[in-house]
């Protein structure tokens, strides 16, 4: 069974040292985000890639948090009335192979340190899929497949060449790869 995040820690999902290695406007950029595109970030959590994802979009297009945890969701509207006064992310409290978003209506989609945590990789990238509009961008950054002083264990991570592995298996054209300090690596895809 793949290793899940457990709501109760979620002061872990925005802190300084995560903050510098994964700046949220500056990484939604760097895996080419665009102020016209209409955002899926499943396994948003707290938000902590949703909510800046306005500044770029300047909240004229849609965007979706996308999680099974109905907490971590309450808590990203919450933060985002907080941080921006306005309620404009459309959350949707969704099963793991089931996201219940119209399909084809994504342009980009992105999944932070999400895919080490299911169990049938394949089922859910065709779900993601199924909601994304053609041409669309996936984008998936997740853990090293290394030791590092945090994360999940070493055996629940899944490499930068499996991500790119699966992607192509199911039909996607890997467009990109990078890394994010000595943790994190980016793959980008387009359907």
């Known amino acids: 069974m793949a290793h899940k995040f457990d709501p109760k820690h979620m002061q872990k999902l925005d802190n300084p040292e995560r903050r ?3 700046p949220p406007i500056e990484t939604l950029k760097k895996l080419g985000f ?5 955002l899926a970030d499943i396994g948003a959590g707290i938000g902590y890639f949703t909510i800046p994802s306005l500044q770029i979009t300047d909240s004229k297009v ?3 948090a996308i999680d099974t945890s109905k907490e971590m969701l309450d808590h990203l509207k919450q933060r985002e009335l907080e941080l921006t006064g306005k309620s404009h992310i459309q959350t949707v409290l969704t099963d793991e192979y089931d996201i219940k978003l119209t399909q084809s209506v994504i342009t980009f989609a992105l ?3 999400v895919l080490h945590e299911i169990d049938d990789k394949k089922r859910f990238i065709i779900e993601v899929k199924k909601i994304m509009a053609i041409h669309g961008k996936l984008a998936i950054l997740d853990w090293q497949k290394v030791e590092t002083p945090s994360g999940p264990p070493l055996f629940h991570r899944i490499s930068m060449e499996e991500t790119k592995s699966l992607l192509q298996e199911v039909g996607f054209i890997v467009v990109s790869d990078m890394k994010f300090g000595d943790e994190f690596y980016g793959v980008v895809a387009i359907k």
């Open 111 to 113: 999944m932070v340190n």
């Open 62 to 64: 849609e965007t979706y």
């Open 34 to 38: 665009k102020p016209n595109d209409v």
């Open 20 to 22: 510098k290695i994964l």
